[in-house]
């Protein structure tokens, strides 16, 4: 049942890897905190944690993209400094990336060896007969079998995974880094993945491997260590690691500190937004919601699980194959953000400065950009209505600018929200979506805009909010959906919904957590 | 550009679901290039429609016209198979041809004369590909800039006015006939063969599909993303140079504005060939094929007493169908 845990790993065997009271600021927060993390030689060492607990820091530290405050790295036992990438890669240390590094329209091969193409001669001739004999010695060494010489375009994810895992091996890497390998492949070549991984450690290859999935942890791990809020929680042999340990170590137990509550909670009004079985194949599927005026919904889920593409495919910016969206009880054609504005719909997109302003454009112009029609006569624009409105919401939001003709850019991440959202209030939007509200914004700037989806609530505005912050899911939220993998997995009244709860379905073990939860 | 468009944007995901393993292979109809056709249907076109087309001395003439457009279209080849593009060329042709031309009315040996004109156009293009490369300016700007600054100086030194009469030793260039077939298309055919060479036997070609095909992920593998653009703007202004050479010697003249228009034929046997915008595919085959499709496109309608109003035209529109044909065979493999 087990190919890997049990039947390989020695355990006492040799650690390659040390890593010892790693400190990472970025300003206004500590990414990591004197974290430790060792690797044994032939180890499957998962790496877990909520989403913003540090662990892709860690990697990024050890992958030398990131340089720690603190601490050090010992490899071998003899302390290194991974100054960059291409000292990590000398090191023998290796990520198998989530977007793959490769080439499309190069050959298996090419991209085996990109940059490092074995040559002959002093023109710089490749030897193509030992690059190619090369290339398929190296996967057969990992039983794949794919033709070096076909296009990376033409393969599936899985084996475009096999290839990075190749080009790794034929720099000698020996320590590999796979973060959720496993997201977006099928269970068919999960299991192929496994025994690959398995073959790497037991010829003393050492993985780090990050996952979302429980059950991963159990099938293909020796050991597992959890991360939270940038700190080290602890490190356990994956056989005394049960489900619930585990959960406990990642959520913690004072869950008190630095609560968010909302003040409003007013009885909702019609059912604003209705999204009946949507789907689009490969990011999400049968999607059922409902909001009501007045009403806060939360959408929970881990990073991937399709939550911003279906409040994207709801908005309109991205078409889906079927399923039914209904704005007050009128369907809302698909694929059309002129049509959602409309019939009253905002979006505030996670990205901000990519998605949601024109960075290099004014206070005003943005604010104003998704109303021009009610701003202009027979479409030329009134500038003293248009000045006043713009004026209105800086008075309204207490926005903290200059001047309404002050460019967006020089502005901070709260004041920027706030410019998003007079951009909706400005269209008299009923329903806006928020996709991670507070992300990157100070603690001062997010009880602001908490305050203003109170204020909003009140107005019977209906909000849709995704966010991958715990606290704030629950505390602002009347009802939360959580998604899984583009399904939603479970509905919670705020009452019903805890911490432990949300992430048990987020990840995909909600019911054995409610029995356990019912038998204590 | 209307007609760049990015290949990588199917999203991974749906194809992860519905593609567990290497598409079968395209049919050997579709292998061919399409340009291959569209020689084969103007040739044919022509043999029957224009009076004199198929003539031996029409044929060489198609040739010795095509040859400076196939050397400019291999040097626009590289570079677009970077992502880029040089608007250069045209005037930097023009440039080198000047310098050439006026060193020799000035009494130079030939041979200097020559280098003189194919030193120019590979500073012109170090220039380009030093303010692309280091001081990450837009190839189009950059050459854009460069186009309007060789074409000045070009006017300039000549005073606007053509530089005619060389002696028969640099006329040997343009008007040698060697085994039957003339100098320029000989020098087309070795320039042709070392950028061949290079392009898919060395370390230098894999580095210019690998820029072409994601700076960064060219970066991370350790390629050394700058030189590589270098590189490839410097041969394209020495091949604009060597082009410039061959021209006026053919022409027996060094007209200041000569080159003009060799931008817009180039760039369009180039995609016409088979080497999208999107950067990271195609090759020299294709071009040079483009640039033979070209010339005799030019030639076949003049032939046929269509001017050169109607030959830009059906260019461009050969651009557009070729850009399409690309698009619906891209989407339909996938």
Redesign the interface.
């Known amino acids: 049942m087990n190919p890997v845990s049990g039947t390989v790993m020695n355990p006492e065997s040799r650690v390659v890897l040390a890593m010892r009271g790693i400190t990472k600021d970025f300003p206004g927060v500590r990414a990591l905190d004197n974290v430790d993390f060792d690797l044994r030689e032939g180890e499957v060492h998962v790496l877990i944690g909520e989403n913003g607990a540090g662990k892709s820091t860690l990697i990024k530290v050890l992958c030398g993209a990131y340089r720690p405050d603190a601490g050090e790295i010992l490899i071998d036992g003899h302390r290194v400094n991974i100054s960059d990438?291409?000292r990590a890669e000398a090191l023998g240390i290796s990520v198998i990336h989530q977007e793959f590094?490769?080439?499309?329209?190069?050959d298996v091969a090419?991209n085996i060896f990109?940059?490092?193409?074995p040559?002959r001669g002093p023109?710089?001739?490749?030897d193509f007969g030992k690059m190619y004999d090369d290339s398929k010695r190296i996967l057969d060494s990992i039983n794949v079998d794919?033709?070096v010489r076909?296009l990376v375009?033409?393969?599936?994810?899985?084996?475009k995974q096999m290839v990075e895992l190749a080009k790794a091996l034929s720099f000698n890497a020996r320590i590999f880094i796979m973060d959720e390998p496993t997201a977006?492949?099928?269970s068919?070549?999960i299991e192929r993945l496994f025994k690959t991984i398995a073959s790497l450690v037991s010829s003393g290859k050492s993985v780090i491997y990050i996952s979302h999935r429980m059950d991963e942890i159990h099938q293909i791990g020796h050991r597992v260590t959890v991360l939270r809020d940038g700190q080290y929680i602890g490190t356990l042999d994956v056989k005394e690691a049960s489900l619930e340990t585990l959960i406990s170590m990642m959520v913690g137990r004072n869950i008190g500190a630095g609560e968010i509550r909302r003040r409003n909670v007013v009885k909702r009004g019609r059912e604003a937004l209705k999204v009946s079985g949507l789907t689009r194949?490969?990011?999400f599927y049968d999607i059922n919601l409902s909001i009501h005026e007045g009403e806060v919904v939360g959408l929970a889920g881990l990073v991937g699980s399709g939550r911003t593409e279906v409040a994207r495919a709801i908005f309109g910016i991205d078409p889906y194959d079927s399923g039914e969206v209904f704005v007050f009880g009128e369907r809302l054609p698909k694929g059309s953000p002129a049509h959602s504005v409309e019939r009253g719909l905002g979006f505030l997109p996670e990205d901000r400065k990519d998605l949601g302003l024109a960075l290099g454009m004014s206070v005003k112009d943005n604010m104003v950009q998704a109303s021009l029609r009610s701003v202009s006569n027979f479409g030329f624009i009134d500038f003293r209505r248009e000045r006043d409105v713009a004026q209105g919401f800086v008075k309204q939001l207490r926005i903290a600018t200059p001047s309404i003709y002050r460019l967006v850019r020089f502005l901070s991440g709260g004041t920027q929200q706030k410019v998003v959202l007079s951009k909706w209030l400005a269209t008299k939007a009923r329903i806006l979506i928020f996709d991670e509200p507070t992300r990157g914004i100070d603690v001062g700037a997010k009880a602001e805009i908490y305050s203003l989806i109170d204020e909003l609530v009140k107005q019977g505005v209906a909000i849709l909010m995704i966010s991958s912050e715990l606290p704030e899911i629950l505390g602002i939220s009347d009802r939360i959906y959580v998604m899984r993998e583009g399904r939603i997995t479970g509905e919670f009244h705020r009452d019903a919904a805890t911490r432990e709860r949300i992430i048990s379905y987020a990840m995909g073990k909600g019911r054995e957590y409610d029995a356990a939860a019912g038998k204590g | 550009m209307p007609w760049e468009r990015d290949v990588n944007m199917t999203p991974q995901l749906v194809r992860a679901e519905s593609q567990p393993s290497p598409r079968a292979r395209a049919s050997i109809l579709s292998k061919v290039p399409g340009v291959l056709y569209a020689f084969i249907f103007f040739i044919a076109v022509f043999g029957v429609r224009a009076r004199g087309f198929l003539s031996l001395a029409n044929l060489v003439n198609v040739s010795l016209q095509g040859s400076i457009l196939a050397i400019v279209s291999l040097g626009m080849t590289l570079v677009i198979m970077t992502g880029g593009i040089d608007l250069s060329i045209g005037s930097v042709l023009s440039l080198a041809g000047a310098v050439t031309g006026l060193l020799l009315h000035g009494g130079s040996p030939v041979p200097l004369a020559i280098l003189a004109g194919l030193l120019t156009g590979m500073v012109c293009g170090a220039i380009n590909g030093f303010l692309i490369s280091r001081l990450n300016f837009f190839p189009f700007i950059s050459t854009f800039g460069m186009m309007g600054i060789a074409q000045g100086i070009a006017l300039v030194l000549t005073d606007g006015a053509s530089l005619p009469g060389f002696s028969p030793a640099f006329r040997a260039i343009g008007d040698s006939v060697v085994i039957g077939i003339p100098l320029p298309v000989w020098i087309a055919g070795a320039v042709f063969g070392v950028i061949y060479f290079f392009l898919y036997k060395t370390t230098f070609g894999a580095r210019v599909y690998a820029v072409g095909g994601s700076k960064q992920v060219a970066r991370l593998s350790g390629i050394p993303v700058s030189r590589v653009l270098l590189s490839v703007y410097t041969i394209s202004g020495f091949l604009a140079g060597l082009g410039g050479v061959v021209l006026i010697s053919r022409m027996n003249s060094a007209n200041p504005t000569v080159g003009a228009g060799y931008e817009f034929d180039a760039i369009a046997a180039v995609v016409i060939g088979g080497t999208p915008f999107s950067g990271g595919r195609g090759g020299i085959g294709g071009s040079i094929l483009g640039a033979a499709v070209i010339s005799v496109l030019k030639n076949g309608l003049n032939l046929m007493g269509l001017s050169a109003p109607w030959q830009l035209t059906v260019i461009g529109l050969m651009i557009t169908a070729a850009i399409v044909v690309d698009v619906m065979i891209y989407n339909r493999k996938s």
Do not use: C, Y
């Open positions: 990438p291409k590094n490769l080439l499309p329209h190069r090419q990109l940059g490092r193409e040559v023109m710089g001739m490749i794919i033709p076909t375009r033409d393969l599936s994810v899985a084996q977006t492949l099928t068919r070549e194949h490969g990011r």
